[in-house]
């Protein structure tokens, strides 16, 4: 069984035919790199590292408490699993193209056709092994969405509905916000930032949320009950 996002054998059966794009010393130096070059691609960054999500996706600023990070998490998550799925699909495609060549490849009799079908097979073949690095980078970053999301949940907040936080992480944001707008902002930012600030703090003083309101009601009936 071929070893999964092992392209070394596709980079050397691939080599001559650079002669058609490279100058003959660059493909000689091209296949005394084939190992360094095999691991380049095994290795290279496909998707976000811990350090990218913490600091630049979950953000303080932006998500400025654990619930808000908390969420972030579960929204990046599950673009990683429909991605993952879809590419689940994908791939289910090009193995069943695989064989198909395969099959063609060993009945072809025509020279031409024969040809083509071989260059056909060995791009699925490389496609596969690129489906099969990025799928595994996908489950990475999935799995780690999932640590993260353990360790902001501290059981202060509400991990079932989101909208339970959002008041108060959003008046934190826009605070933030507010405090980065200078003499040289547009007109329409400041508008936007001050107009979502004014209200934050107009409907928390207000209390006119709707799950404010059915919380309040359910503590009412319960009192009344006791």
Known sequence: MT???????LIEKEAPSLNNLLDPEDVKEFKAMTAELRD???????????????????QDAKYPTKAAKYWQCVREQNVFLENLMSLSFDCRRN????????????????????????IDLDEARYGLANMQL???????????????????????????????????????????KAET???????????NVLGQLQTIERVKKSGEMIYNKKEQLTNDLGAKEK
């Open 3 to 9: 070893e999964k996002r092992n392209i070394h054998a």
């Open 40 to 58: 380049t691609w095994t290795k290279k960054q496909v998707f976000r590292t811990e350090t990218e999500m913490r600091m630049s996706v979950l």
């Open 95 to 118: 193995e069943a193209k695989v064989k198909w060549l395969e099959k063609k490849v060993e009945s072809e009799t025509d020279e031409y056709k024969l040809e083509k079908y071989q």
């Open 134 to 176: 990025v799928a595994r980078d996908r489950m990475r970053e999935i799995k780690l969405w999932s640590t993260l999301k353990k360790e902001f949940d501290d059981g202060s907040f509400d991990t079932q509905d989101v909208n339970r936080h959002q008041l108060h992480s959003y008046h934190l944001i826009m605070k933030n």
């Open 181 to 191: 707008l200078t003499s040289g902002s547009s007109q329409p930012e400041v508008f």
